[in-house]
C-alpha cells in the first residue's frame, strides 16, 4: 500500500527549528511531486512547499519563503522540510502528500498521517 509517514515535530521555542521527514514507499518516488502542507487549530489547510522530484523543482508559500527549505533523499525515498526561525503562527499539524500531476492541484493523490508542531512565544 502506499504510505507517506511525516515524523519531527514537537515544541519549540520562537526562533528555534525543527526538521520534518517524509519517508515514502508504495508509489514510483521519482515520478511524484511531493507536497508539504500545514493545518492550524480553526484554519483552513494550506500548502507550505512542494518539490517534484523528477527534476527538483521546488516552490513556497509567501509565508515561509527565506524560512524554510525543503530537500530530497532520493536513494531513501524521503522528503524533508527542515524549518528555521519558526514563529508562533507557524503552529499545526504538518502533513506530506503526494500527487502525480502537480504541485498545485485542489486534491492530492495520497497523504500521510501528519505530525504536531507546536511553537511557543
Known amino acids: 500500500d502506499v504510505q507517506l509517514q511525516a515524523s519531527g515535530g514537537g515544541l519549540v521555542q520562537a526562533g528555534g527549528s525543527l526538521r520534518l521527514s517524509c519517508a515514502a514507499s508504495?508509489?514510483?518516488?521519482?515520478?511524484?511531486?511531493i507536497g508539504w502542507f500545514r493545518q492550524a487549530p480553526g484554519k483552513e489547510r494550506e500548502g507550505v512547499s512542494c518539490?517534484?522530484?523528477?527534476?527538483?523543482?521546488?516552490y513556497y508559500a509567501d509565508s515561509v519563503r527565506g524560512r524554510f527549505t525543503i530537500s530530497s533523499d532520493n536513494a531513501k525515498r524521503t522528503v524533508y522540510l527542515q524549518m528555521n526561525n519558526l514563529k508562533p503562527e507557524d503552529t499545526a499539524v504538518y502533513y506530506c502528500a503526494a500527487d502525480h500531476l502537480s504541485c498545485w492541484v485542489p486534491s492530492y493523490d495520497y497523504w500521510g498521517q501528519g505530525t504536531l508542531v507546536t511553537v511557543s512565544s
Open positions: 518539490m517534484r522530484i523528477s527534476d527538483g523543482s521546488i
Open positions: 508504495g508509489f514510483t518516488f521519482d515520478d511524484y511531486n
